[in-house]
């Protein structure tokens, strides 16, 4: 859980996940691709062709979360790759530099004191499975790369979910947010 | 302050600072080499020769440090490159997995509450200049690279901050530290 893994999104032609939509909610979008796939770790890549497009970002230790909300975190979420969970979102976030330039303790006020970003992810465990990627220390276009696994079941509880959390008081420092919908065939 | 900067320290025949000596402090050493490089951002560089070895690093936003903290820090430190800078420090350090696996609360009440990391920091500015460099995202051997600069006349200052450190709770997550002494020629 700890050790950093890297992970590569790649769009082009052919893949795991069909993508449905890719919508552009603050700046720039990215550009129509038909499939995405991830790729984890370093092992060779199958890569079947150029990709259309692809952001890369790393699984790395919490930055916000207390010990209290790994716990609670812990005891209900799943892992990725459930059978059931045939629904995806790719959602790459850019921050403003005013956000970068605040300190620790600023930012963990609004991510949770102030937006409740953790206690509203966690209303929808365990059904939307979740793993955020850092991305900008590695000179990316966005600053991070949330996925979502989730079932059919729960779409019309996913889109609650971002809508919540676009809501927030955390969001008024997102400068660039594509949300890309995906469904395995 | 707040946009990433890549960093790389270069070891060489040639360069900027002269390596007067490296020590292992827990764990394996780095090679032998007689000169030291930095190169900041990605702009074309002047290497010389064949690295003996090099390390990378991003320096980031805040991890831990609060707005007070900051503002103390800031009113206080200096920037890198003073002329009457003529010793400097690397000291790259790896923390152990159980470190990692700590919440941020946790890692930060052992950081400054326990381990007054910041307020001994502050303690020896403006004399003592110096910047971190993150690495454990980039698959660095390293998860910190720390750069130190500071005048002849306070390296026994230096000496006294570095095992007070080394002194600390913190220390003991520590796994593999490297200490390379330098001066300008």
């Known amino acids: 859980m700890s050790t950093p893994l890297v992970v590569e999104f790649q769009a082009g032609s052919s893949g795991t996940w069909r993508i449905e939509r890719i919508a552009a909610v603050v700046g720039e979008s990215l550009p129509d691709a038909g499939y995405l796939n991830m790729h984890e770790g370093n092992q060779t890549r199958a890569v079947v062709d150029t990709p259309a497009w692809a952001l ?66 966690l209303e929808y465990l365990p059904a939307i499975a979740r793993r955020l990627h850092h991305s900008r220390d590695l000179g990316e276009p966005f600053d991070f790369v949330a996925w979502f696994e989730f079932p059919v079941s729960h779409k019309a509880a996913f889109e609650t979910l971002v809508q919540r959390l676009r809501d927030t008081e955390e969001w008024r420092y997102v400068e660039r947010e594509v949300d890309v919908r995906l469904y395995r065939e």
């Open 56 to 121: 890369k970002g790393i699984t790395s230790n919490t930055r916000y979360t207390t010990r209290e909300e790994v716990t609670r975190l812990s005891a209900r979420q799943q892992g990725l790759g459930r059978p059931e969970a045939m629904c995806a979102a790719l959602i790459p976030i850019r921050k403003t530099a005013a956000w970068w330039a605040l300190a620790q303790d600023e930012r963990r006020a609004i991510i949770e004191e102030q937006s409740r970003h953790i206690q509203i992810g």
